[in-house]
T-cell receptor
Framework: LAKTTQPISMDSYEGQEVNITCSHN???????ITWYQQFPSQGPRFIIQ?????VTNEVASLFIPADRKSSTLSLPRVSLSDTAVYYC??????????WGAGTKLIIKP | DSGVTQTPKHLITATGQRVTLRCSPR?????VYWYQQSLDQGLQFLIQ???????AKGNILERFSAQQFPDLHSELNLSSLELGDSALYFC???????????FGQGTRLTVV
């Protein structure tokens, strides 16, 4: 049975780099791993998506090792506005969406 | 603005009643997903439609049903409502399986 596991919460400080790791087993070998950000009472917002190795965009980087059993979202130089819940999303071999439970990230001044 | 429109934004109804939530996907997106999010909880995937056909089913109760119409908008029907059905209901759309899904702002359902 496919499952994604991520830390329930994390704290950090403004200006620091934050890494959030999601473990995912029994996921599809040929589908993307996606991360979303959610603020209270808003819909999740796409951050980044990758298949393997490293992907970088203007807001984050995503590292996926060759075995694809985990993925790490990296947020460089966080600010107070990065306080949110972050979700990882994978797909299992039956094309079912497997969402993580979310990591509540709190950024302190 | 994600381009996904959900109506209504808020809905208050009594136990035992039936409601319909509506979602208009982004222009050109064929896939629509429905999610339930209870207070301070994660996202629970309910159901996915692709071009009018049911594609995947998650933890959707038998009291709940959905459909996607020829113009690609979708409706989620919730019946025999219980207090525990109070939640945010999100709709998301994507161009196809594996493509990034864009979420609407949600419908907050309160059952009293």
């Amino acid at each position: 049975l496919a499952k994604t596991t991520q830390p329930i919460s994390m704290d950090s400080y403004e200006g620091q780099e934050v890494n959030i790791t999601c473990s995912h087993n029994n996921i599809a070998t040929n589908d993307y791993i996606t991360w979303y950000q959610q603020f209270p009472s808003q819909g999740p917002r796409f951050i980044i998506q990758g298949y393997k190795t490293k992907v970088t965009n203007e807001v984050a980087s995503l590292f996926i090792p060759a075995d694809r059993k985990s993925s790490t979202l990296s947020l460089p130089r966080v600010s107070l506005s990065d306080t949110a819940v972050y979700y990882c999303l994978a797909v299992d071999s039956n094309y079912q969406l497997i969402w993580g439970a979310g990591t509540k990230l709190i950024i302190k001044p | 603005d994600s381009g996904v429109t959900q109506t209504p934004k808020h809905l208050i109804t009594a136990t035992g009643q039936r409601v319909t939530l509506r979602c208009s996907p982004r222009s050109g997106d064929l896939s629509v997903y429905w999610y339930q999010q209870s207070l301070d909880q994660g996202l629970q995937f309910l159901i996915q439609y692709y071009n009018g056909e049911e594609r995947a089913k998650g933890n959707i109760l038998e009291r709940f049903s959905a459909q996607q119409f020829p113009d690609l908008h979708s409706e989620l029907n919730l019946s025999s409502l219980e207090l525990g059905d109070s939640a945010l209901y999100f709709c998301a759309s994507s161009g196809s399986q594996g493509m990034v899904a864009f979420f609407g702002q949600g419908t907050r359902l309160t059952v009293v």
